[in-house]
């Protein structure tokens, strides 16, 4: 293990993806610091949250995310 091993893996941005990689990052194990640049976590998507979305919903929620706001830990597919 070397001292980069240590640090934290950044996020860029807190839409969706990176949301959804931010989930599968931490049920790997692994520190995440995520960076947004609104006050807010998915920003964009409030934007426009006053219209239907065209994608059914299960396609738009990844299965780490969920499980990560609802507390419990997928298994590490790797
Ligand atoms: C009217 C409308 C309807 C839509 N309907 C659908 C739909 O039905 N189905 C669908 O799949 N998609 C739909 N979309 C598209 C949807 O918005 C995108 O698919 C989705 O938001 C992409 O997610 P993302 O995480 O890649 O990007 P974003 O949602 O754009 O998230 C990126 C985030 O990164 C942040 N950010 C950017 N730069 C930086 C930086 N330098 N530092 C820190 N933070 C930063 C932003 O503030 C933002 O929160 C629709 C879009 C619109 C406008």
Do not use: Q
Request: glycine share 10%; proline share 6%; net charge positive.
């Amino acid at each position: 293990m070397t001292a980069l091993d240590k640090l934290p893996i950044a996020v860029i941005g807190g839409g969706p993806v990176g949301l959804a990689a931010a989930a599968h990052l931490l049920a790997r194990g692994l520190t995440v610091k995520l960076y947004e640049a609104h006050p807010t976590v998915g920003a964009n998507l409030r934007d426009w949250g006053h219209v239907r979305v065209f994608t059914p919903w299960h396609y738009c929620v990844d299965v780490a995310s969920l499980a990560h706001a609802a507390g419990r830990i997928i298994p590490d597919r790797r």
